[in-house]
């Protein structure tokens, strides 16, 4: 994509008190490229360095309540977030020249040595860290924020439902699981308490650094949610870089810091492994939207190779 011009980042910034130095589009931005129409590093006189992004019109309601939420985390001093800068105006977003433009923070990272990384203990303990402390300190995060809810039950059983009308052969290759799911957890789904939760919650949007994590990233998907879901969407996305880490140190040290912290009902638990397949069908939506023919037989492999192992791998959550 075209750079938008100097005059423009100069008044763009101007805007948030940022006087515009120099751009660094050499620099690469964790997070989803999609999540903008275009973003690039900028550094400001004093060599402060910050994304800039420009915002698709009908992404502008949902961006702003994305920002207000950062905003209140970072009012609560949660380790990990990176909030974006108010204009003049007081807003999160800026509109110049007809387009919309937000400025977060640039912070940089230590790369991810894929797929070893899946077995790191220290990256689950710290993943559990930034969850429980989410979850301590969003307890009234509702009475500020209005927030999405979301059904994974309801998204998922009419995915599965539109697959089945349009993609009947790869609807029978999950058909076991999905009768599976739809037997006993999805039953007892509205059992499960709820609670605010990031929504995309995996080690692709964490920001890491040498034994820590310096931020985590893309809350397109923020709200209300059962409890579990950023375990399960976490635990899912380990086990799509490499299966055997489900019952290794990243995914069972996530666990155990989590169980021992008190902060996941009992029903949830038992639900856990449960929820982290349903939300591969999540995942699996995105590959059929798309027609990714090799991610799609790679997630329904993922999946049966999961739900016949779910025993041992239940029962290894278990014993953490």
């Not at 509109?95 to 640039?106: A, C, H, M």
């Not at 169980?259 to 929820?275: N, P, V």
Request: aromatic share 14%; with cysteine; hydrophobic share 40%.
């Amino acid at each position: 994509m075209q750079d938008t011009g100097l005059f423009d980042y100069y008044q763009i910034l101007d805007y948030l008190d940022i006087s515009y130095q120099k751009s660094h589009p050499e620099l690469v931005i964790s997070g989803s490229p999609q999540r903008t129409s275009y973003r690039i590093v900028v550094e400001d006189i004093n060599q402060k360095m910050y994304v800039l992004e420009r915002i698709p019109e009908d992404k502008v309601q949902h961006k702003r309540l994305i920002c207000q939420t950062l905003a209140y985390l970072s009012d609560q001093n949660i380790k990990g977030i990176n909030s974006y800068v108010r204009n003049k105006d007081n807003d999160f977003l800026t509109k110049i020249n007809g387009s919309y433009w937000q400025v977060i923070p640039y912070i940089s990272s230590i790369s991810l040595s894929r797929p070893g990384y899946v077995f790191d203990e220290w990256r689950g303990i710290k993943s559990a860290y930034f969850l429980i402390d989410l979850w301590e300190n969003t307890k009234s995060i509702s009475n500020d924020i209005d927030l999405p809810f979301f059904s994974l039950k309801d998204y998922v059983l009419k995915m599965t439902d539109n697959m089945k009308a349009f993609n009947p052969q790869k609807y029978q290759k999950i058909l076991p699981i999905l009768s599976y799911l739809i037997s006993d957890f999805l039953v007892h789904y509205e059992e499960i308490p709820t609670r605010f939760c990031h929504g995309d919650y995996h080690p692709l949007n964490i920001i890491w650094g040498n034994h820590s994590i310096n931020a985590v990233i893309d809350w397109e998907f923020t709200g209300e949610k059962i409890e579990i879901y950023d375990m399960a969407n976490l635990l899912g996305c380990l086990g799509i870089e490499e299966p055997t880490s489900l019952v290794h140190d990243f995914a069972l040290s996530f666990i155990k810091e989590i169980k021992e912290s008190g902060h996941i009902s009992q029903i949830g638990f038992h639900y856990l492994f449960d929820c982290m397949i349903t939300l591969r069908f999540a995942w699996l939506a995105e590959w059929l939207r798309t027609n990714d023919a090799d991610m799609i037989q790679l997630e329904i492999d993922f999946l049966n190779l999961i739900h016949e192992n779910k025993k041992i791998i239940r029962k290894k959550w278990k014993d953490v």
